[in-house]
């Protein structure tokens, strides 16, 4: 049972551009949620967190929104770079602080010069 | 600056042997996670520690085991390396806001 999801295995994107991440979630328990951005062979970087009591948060070119009765987040990336091309996990987590994280699949960002 | 670092970046190991995963923070945190990363899997949770000798298992604790004698150290150990536990190890620490995240190890199993 999947409780973390990105239905969008990849997206392709200009330089520039806006870039729109997304990410739905089924437990309606969790309380905090992050992005992460992985290239290969590297561990996960992280890159910005929300908490369940706001709807957005921003920092630099990145901007994450959460919609909870929708169970959605996204993450804005604005503008793109090409360096930005990597794969982003969304992850969640309830019930504490420091408690697990559940992540998503991933979705491959390409960003086109 | 925040470290979490894992012993090995790729090791290659033959079926049925013994492996030690071996990670290290130097943040005092008390809770760690061991993830694996498979394609179009994300990652998933194999065990966590909340606290020295502490352990609970993830969603996919089967055919692991784990150590944490010490605070700083948790320890990912394959009893007999199968071909499908071929894959990216990542180690994790937690803070309360967010987790850090070693460099990862690719393991192979042949």
């Known amino acids: 049972d999947q409780q973390v999801k990105q239905n969008s295995p990849s997206l392709s994107v200009q330089e520039g551009r806006i870039s729109i991440l997304n990410c739905d979630y089924t437990?309606?328990?969790?309380?905090?949620f992050l992005w992460y951005k992985k290239y290969p062979a590297e561990g996960p970087t992280f890159l910005i967190s929300?908490?369940?009591?706001?709807d957005k948060n921003e920092d630099g070119r990145f901007t994450v929104f959460l919609n909870k009765s929708a169970k959605h987040l996204s993450l804005h990336i604005v503008p793109s770079q090409p360096g930005d091309s990597a794969v982003y996990f969304c992850a969640a987590s309830y019930g504490g602080a420091t408690n697990k994280l559940i992540f998503g699949t991933g979705t491959l960002l390409a960003v086109q010069p | 600056d925040v470290k979490v670092t894992q012993s090995s970046r790729y090791l290659v190991k033959r079926t049925g042997e013994k492996v030690f995963l071996e990670c290290v923070q130097d943040m005092d945190h008390e809770n760690m996670f061991w993830y694996r990363q498979d394609p179009g899997l994300g990652l998933r949770l194999i065990y966590f520690s909340y606290d020295v000798k502490m352990k609970e298992k993830g969603d996919i604790p089967e055919g692991y085991s784990v150590s944490r004698e010490k605070k700083e150290r948790f320890s990912l150990i394959l009893e007999s390396a199968s071909t499908n536990q071929t894959s990216m190890y990542l180690c994790?620490?937690?803070?309360?806001?967010?987790?850090?995240f070693g460099q990862g190890t690719r393991l192979t199993v042949v």
């Open positions: 437990n309606s328990m969790f309380d905090y």
């Open positions: 929300i908490s369940s009591i706001k």
């Open positions: 994790a620490s937690r803070s309360p806001t967010g987790a850090f």
